[in-house]
């Protein structure tokens, strides 16, 4: 069946990387994205990768997809107190409306 | 920066109960969606909105769940007969037209509902 994991948290210190991982499920063309979510606010998209690609980098953002291994991950470099947030990966299944989305890995940095 | 709204950010009621979740999506955005959080699990797709009707639904959306777009600026969903386990985190969320390649959802901050 259609279904995203994650591991539930991750502690890093600040100035380090940060990497949070994903495994999904379908194997059909599709979009993967990382939301974050802070503290009574709602989910931000932060980035998004199509199936077709293998990285994708956005400033601080690395986005790693292995398809064979259906494992996405989402690396932070330089990570800072702002970035403490619980962190969501997320599938669109192709040709539908629907989005599958993971528990979310809360992500905590020490000063 | 346009942003979607949610109201009331916690809504308590009891068992049995009809609640209504109001939404206001970004206003020139097409698709809707609701979405719900049981603390400490998943993120669940409830029911997507297209053109004024459903255009997919999850097996949690029974039929004790209905959305409505009544005025063209709010999005509804409505819970007609409150259980407990439906005490969760209702997210909205609001999508461009077909020609925003990224289908990017915009995400309310959630309501809050507790079924006593």
């Known amino acids: 069946g259609e279904d995203v994991e994650q591991s539930l948290f991750l502690s890093v210190r600040e100035g380090d990387s940060s990497v949070i991982n994903c495994t999904y499920t379908?194997?059909?063309?599709?979009?993967l994205y990382w939301y974050k979510q802070e503290p009574g606010a709602g989910l931000q998209l932060l980035t998004y990768?199509?199936?077709?690609?293998d990285m994708k980098q956005d400033q601080r953002l690395t986005v790693l997809l292995n398809k064979k291994d259906k494992h996405l991950s989402l690396r932070i470099a330089d990570t800072q107190t702002g970035d403490s947030a619980i962190y969501f990966c997320a599938e669109n299944i192709p040709g539908t409306y629907k989005y599958i989305f993971g528990t979310g890995t809360r992500l905590k940095v020490l000063a | 920066e346009p942003e979607v709204t949610q109201t009331p950010s916690h809504q308590v009621t009891q068992m049995g109960q009809e609640v209504i979740l109001r939404c206001v999506p970004i206003?020139?955005?097409?698709?809707f969606y609701w979405y719900r959080q049981i603390l400490g699990q998943k993120v669940e797709f409830l029911v997507s909105f297209y053109n004024n009707e459903i255009s997919e639904k999850s097996e949690i959306f029974d039929d004790q769940f209905s959305v409505e777009r009544p005025d063209g600026s709010n999005f509804t969903l409505k819970i007609r007969s409150t259980k407990l386990e439906d005490s969760a985190m209702y997210f909205c969320?609001?999508?461009?037209?077909?020609?925003?390649?990224?289908?990017?959802?915009?995400f309310g901050p959630g309501t809050r509902l507790t079924v006593t």
């Open positions: 969320a609001s999508r461009g037209g077909v020609a925003e390649l990224r289908y990017e959802q915009y």
């Open positions: 206003s020139n955005h097409l698709y």
């Open positions: 379908d194997s059909s063309s599709t979009y």
């Open positions: 990768i199509f199936s077709n690609m």
